[in-house]
Protein backbone atom coordinates (compact mmCIF):
# COMPACT_ATOMS: atom_id res chain seq x y z
CA UNK A 1 0.00 0.00 0.00
CA UNK A 2 1.27 3.66 -0.86
CA UNK A 3 1.91 5.97 1.42
CA UNK A 4 -0.35 9.26 0.59
CA UNK A 5 1.52 12.69 -0.28
CA UNK A 6 1.29 13.74 3.13
CA UNK A 7 2.02 11.23 5.09
CA UNK A 8 5.38 10.92 3.11
CA UNK A 9 5.81 14.79 3.54
CA UNK A 10 5.27 14.64 7.23
CA UNK A 11 7.48 11.69 7.84
CA UNK A 12 9.89 13.49 5.87
CA UNK A 13 9.60 16.33 8.06
CA UNK A 14 10.48 14.57 11.09
CA UNK A 15 13.47 13.00 9.65
CA UNK A 16 14.84 16.37 9.37
CA UNK A 17 13.35 17.43 12.53
CA UNK A 18 14.81 13.95 14.22
CA UNK A 19 18.28 14.62 12.93
CA UNK A 20 18.78 18.07 14.52
CA UNK A 21 16.90 16.87 17.89
CA UNK A 22 20.43 17.19 19.50
CA UNK A 23 21.20 16.04 23.45
CA UNK A 24 19.23 18.96 24.60
CA UNK A 25 15.84 18.02 23.53
CA UNK A 26 16.35 14.64 24.19
CA UNK A 27 16.79 15.07 28.33
CA UNK A 28 13.85 17.60 28.53
CA UNK A 29 12.18 17.20 31.89
CA UNK A 30 8.54 16.63 31.69
CA UNK A 31 7.47 19.59 33.88
CA UNK A 32 7.09 22.47 31.49
CA UNK A 33 10.20 24.32 32.31
CA UNK A 34 7.92 27.94 32.38
CA UNK A 35 5.02 26.38 34.40
CA UNK A 36 2.27 27.92 32.48
CA UNK A 37 -0.43 25.87 30.39
CA UNK A 38 -2.53 27.13 27.39
CA UNK A 39 -6.26 26.68 26.48
CA UNK A 40 -6.16 27.64 22.42
CA UNK A 41 -8.03 26.21 19.63
CA UNK A 42 -7.36 24.05 16.77
CA UNK A 43 -7.27 26.07 14.11
CA UNK A 44 -4.59 26.09 11.73
CA UNK A 45 -3.18 29.85 11.19
CA UNK A 46 -2.54 29.49 15.22
CA UNK A 47 0.86 28.60 15.74
CA UNK A 48 0.80 28.40 19.43
CA UNK A 49 4.95 28.32 20.27
CA UNK A 50 5.47 30.95 17.94
CA UNK A 51 2.87 33.55 18.84
CA UNK A 52 3.58 32.91 22.98
CA UNK A 53 7.45 32.32 21.54
CA UNK A 54 8.15 29.17 22.58
CA UNK A 55 10.46 26.22 22.71
CA UNK A 56 9.91 22.77 23.06
CA UNK A 57 9.26 21.93 27.09
CA UNK A 58 8.40 25.38 28.00
CA UNK A 59 4.81 24.85 28.15
CA UNK A 60 1.49 22.79 27.75
CA UNK A 61 -0.11 23.54 24.83
CA UNK A 62 -4.56 22.23 24.86
CA UNK A 63 -6.39 22.93 21.64
CA UNK A 64 -9.68 21.79 20.73
CA UNK A 65 -11.92 23.01 18.55
CA UNK A 66 -12.86 26.52 19.48
CA UNK A 67 -10.50 26.51 22.60
CA UNK A 68 -13.54 25.87 24.68
CA UNK A 69 -13.02 24.67 28.55
CA UNK A 70 -14.78 21.15 27.78
CA UNK A 71 -14.65 18.77 30.38
CA UNK A 72 -11.36 17.06 28.79
CA UNK A 73 -9.61 20.47 28.47
CA UNK A 74 -10.06 21.03 32.35
CA UNK A 75 -9.24 17.27 32.32
CA UNK A 76 -5.62 18.33 30.68
CA UNK A 77 -5.38 21.35 33.24
CA UNK A 78 -5.37 19.83 36.54
CA UNK A 79 -3.08 16.95 35.25
CA UNK A 80 -0.78 20.20 34.01
CA UNK A 81 -1.04 21.62 37.72
CA UNK A 82 -1.57 18.76 39.80
CA UNK A 83 1.29 16.48 38.39
CA UNK A 84 3.25 18.82 36.45
CA UNK A 85 3.04 21.94 38.08
CA UNK A 86 2.51 24.79 36.06
CA UNK A 87 1.07 27.72 37.97
CA UNK A 88 -0.85 29.94 35.33
CA UNK A 89 -3.25 29.13 33.03
CA UNK A 90 -4.09 31.39 29.32
CA UNK A 91 -7.45 30.73 27.64
CA UNK A 92 -6.77 31.71 24.05
CA UNK A 93 -9.45 32.07 21.11
CA UNK A 94 -9.18 33.99 18.11
CA UNK A 95 -10.80 35.74 15.27
CA UNK A 96 -12.70 34.25 12.93
CA UNK A 97 -13.17 30.94 14.53
CA UNK A 98 -15.37 28.91 12.46
CA UNK A 99 -17.00 28.43 15.57
CA UNK A 100 -19.65 31.16 15.09
CA UNK A 101 -20.16 29.38 11.66
CA UNK A 102 -22.79 26.65 12.95
CA UNK A 103 -24.72 25.70 15.63
CA UNK A 104 -25.50 22.36 17.63
CA UNK A 105 -28.48 21.86 15.24
CA UNK A 106 -26.41 22.75 12.34
CA UNK A 107 -23.93 20.18 12.95
CA UNK A 108 -26.60 17.41 13.98
CA UNK A 109 -28.40 18.00 10.40
CA UNK A 110 -25.50 17.66 8.41
CA UNK A 111 -23.80 14.89 9.99
CA UNK A 112 -27.49 13.14 10.19
CA UNK A 113 -27.40 13.55 6.18
CA UNK A 114 -24.04 12.35 5.39
CA UNK A 115 -20.30 11.29 7.12
CA UNK A 116 -18.26 13.14 3.97
CA UNK A 117 -16.69 16.75 4.49
CA UNK A 118 -19.58 19.95 4.00
CA UNK A 119 -18.50 23.61 2.45
CA UNK A 120 -19.29 26.90 3.26
CA UNK A 121 -20.92 28.61 0.88
CA UNK A 122 -20.57 31.81 2.42
CA UNK A 123 -23.47 32.08 3.82
CA UNK A 124 -24.05 28.61 5.64
CA UNK A 125 -22.93 25.01 5.65
CA UNK A 126 -24.02 22.88 2.95
CA UNK A 127 -23.90 18.89 2.90
CA UNK A 128 -22.66 17.89 -0.58
CA UNK A 129 -22.01 14.16 0.48
CA UNK A 130 -23.55 10.94 0.17
CA UNK A 131 -25.38 9.17 3.21
CA UNK A 132 -25.57 7.29 5.07
CA UNK A 133 -24.93 9.75 8.05
CA UNK A 134 -25.26 9.21 11.67
CA UNK A 135 -27.97 10.63 14.22
CA UNK A 136 -25.10 10.78 17.10
CA UNK A 137 -24.24 14.14 16.33
CA UNK A 138 -27.72 14.98 17.86
CA UNK A 139 -26.20 13.63 21.23
CA UNK A 140 -23.14 15.51 21.66
CA UNK A 141 -22.82 19.75 22.36
CA UNK A 142 -20.49 21.21 19.90
CA UNK A 143 -19.59 23.47 22.25
CA UNK A 144 -20.57 26.63 19.59
CA UNK A 145 -20.80 30.46 20.59
CA UNK A 146 -21.64 33.39 18.42
CA UNK A 147 -19.91 35.72 20.55
CA UNK A 148 -15.66 35.22 19.95
CA UNK A 149 -15.33 38.25 23.04
CA UNK A 150 -17.84 36.47 25.10
CA UNK A 151 -16.78 32.96 24.33
CA UNK A 152 -13.19 33.92 26.22
CA UNK A 153 -14.70 35.10 29.35
CA UNK A 154 -17.46 32.41 29.57
CA UNK A 155 -14.21 30.06 29.43
CA UNK A 156 -12.55 31.70 32.02
CA UNK A 157 -15.18 31.31 33.92
CA UNK A 158 -15.59 27.84 33.68
CA UNK A 159 -11.77 27.10 34.66
CA UNK A 160 -12.01 29.26 37.36
CA UNK A 161 -15.22 27.92 39.08
CA UNK A 162 -13.92 24.82 38.29
CA UNK A 163 -13.81 22.53 41.65
CA UNK A 164 -10.30 21.15 40.88
CA UNK A 165 -8.95 24.21 40.22
CA UNK A 166 -7.06 25.91 42.64
CA UNK A 167 -7.82 29.74 43.42
CA UNK A 168 -4.11 30.94 43.64
CA UNK A 169 -3.99 29.63 39.75
CA UNK A 170 -4.54 32.96 37.75
CA UNK A 171 -6.51 32.24 34.91
CA UNK A 172 -5.75 34.75 31.82
CA UNK A 173 -8.14 35.57 28.91
CA UNK A 174 -7.28 36.88 25.34
CA UNK A 175 -7.92 36.93 21.78
CA UNK A 176 -5.93 36.15 19.32
CA UNK A 177 -6.52 38.54 15.89
CA UNK A 178 -5.85 36.06 12.61
CA UNK A 179 -5.30 38.94 10.64
CA UNK A 180 -2.73 40.88 13.13
CA UNK A 181 -1.07 38.20 14.76
CA UNK A 182 -1.63 40.64 18.04
CA UNK A 183 -2.95 39.38 21.19
CA UNK A 184 -5.47 41.40 22.57
CA UNK A 185 -6.21 40.58 26.84
CA UNK A 186 -10.01 40.49 27.28
CA UNK A 187 -9.30 42.19 30.72
CA UNK A 188 -12.92 41.29 31.72
CA UNK A 189 -11.84 37.60 31.66
CA UNK A 190 -8.76 38.15 33.07
CA UNK A 191 -10.28 39.67 36.04
CA UNK A 192 -12.75 37.08 36.57
CA UNK A 193 -9.62 34.46 35.92
CA UNK A 194 -7.94 36.38 38.86
CA UNK A 195 -6.02 34.56 41.83
CA UNK A 196 -7.06 34.52 45.22
Not at 15 to 32: C, H
Not at 50 to 69: T, V
Not at 91 to 111: E, I, P, Q, S, W
Not at 149 to 174: E, F, M, T
Request: hydrophobic letters at 40%; one cysteine or more; proline letters at 4%.
Amino acid sequence: MSKSTVVQEVEAANAQYAGRFGEKLSKLPIPPARKFAILTCMDARMHASKLFGLEEGDAHIIRNAGGRASDDAIRSLVISYKLLGTKEFFVVHHTNCGMVTFNNGVMAGLLANSLETAVHDGTAWKDVGQGPGSAEAAKIDWLTFTDDRQAVIDDVKKVRNHPLVPKSIPVYGYLYDVRTGKLEEIAEATEIGKAA
